[in-house]
């Protein structure tokens, strides 16, 4: 099975930026879509951006023109870029790749924290 490695959190101050790396064991093109979701303590996980296949990408509304998903094929790795964090995006972070038959891989996760 491909395995997903995160790396690249930490803690920040806000409005500072990080950038989260999402290692594959294979091909993220093995899975239909790629993407990260993030989980605050005693809150639901929630998808904070994706991307396709085909590189379309998707965002939640409350990071729109802040994060930024990107891929390296080459090097078979997803990324989130952060920028302009805020406390409340303090969360663990899992990079998780889906197919369309519902399958879903995830990763360990990696913990973000932005102090105010």
């Known amino acids: 099975q491909v395995q997903l490695v995160e790396s690249g959190g930490g803690l920040v101050q806000a409005g500072g930026s990080l950038r989260l790396s999402c290692a594959t064991s294979?091909?993220?093109?093995?899975?239909?879509?790629m993407g990260w979701y993030r989980q605050a303590p005693e809150k639901q996980r929630e998808l904070v951006a994706s991307?396709?296949?085909?590189?379309?990408?998707n965002y939640v509304d409350s990071v729109k023109g802040r994060f930024t998903i990107s891929r390296d094929k080459a090097k078979n790795t997803v990324y989130l870029q952060m920028n302009s964090l805020k406390p409340e995006d303090t969360a663990v972070y899992y990079c998780?790749?889906?197919?369309?038959?519902?399958?879903?891989?995830w990763g360990q996760g990696t913990q973000v924290t932005v102090s105010s």
């Open positions: 991307i396709t296949s085909g590189g379309n990408t």
């Open positions: 294979g091909s993220i093109f093995s899975f239909n879509s």
């Open positions: 998780a790749g889906e197919r369309t038959s519902g399958y879903r891989r």
